[in-house]
Nanobody, 124 residues
Framework: QVQLVESGGGSVQAGGSVTLSCAASGRTGTFAMAWFRQAPGKEREFVGGIAGDGVGRWCRECAKGRFNISRDNAKNTVYLQMNSLKPEDTAVYYC??????????????????WGQGTQVTVSS
């Protein structure tokens, strides 16, 4: 049974930083991992993802320099580092995985396993 456990959420003021972790267990091999978030009243949206080998990364806010996604395969852990946070980043953040090793997909139905979510609240 694959399990994902997120940690690292909390409350932060605008402009601050938070690093989320997602620890995976229950299977061998390295698979693509993704981060999603869901704000109240909104659909769950793709934040970014990283390939199983850790080389390929896809993340709009990473391209802007605000977020960074990384992984430590020795620890079976994926990280989402978020900087310059804005109130609109407030959401429950989820990590997800499936059985692909390459580019993570941006739609929720592509994933078989989800973490329980961790709340990030950014105050102005």
């Amino acid at each position: 049974q694959v399990q994902l456990v997120e940690s690292g959420g909390g409350s932060v003021q605008a402009g601050g930083s938070v690093t989320l972790s997602c620890a995976a267990s229950g299977r061998t091999g390295t698979f693509a991992m993704a981060w999603f978030r869901q704000a109240p009243g909104k659909e769950r949206e793709f934040v970014g993802g990283i390939a199983g080998d850790g080389v390929g990364r896809w993340c709009r806010e990473c391209a802007k320099g605000r977020f960074n996604i990384s992984r430590d395969n020795a620890k079976n852990t994926v990280y989402l580092q978020m900087n310059s946070l804005k109130p609109e980043d407030t959401a429950v953040y989820y990590c997800a995985t499936g059985w692909t090793t390459g580019r993570p997909q941006e739609y929720t139905s592509a994933y078989d396993y989800w973490g329980q979510g961790t709340q990030v609240t950014v105050s102005s």
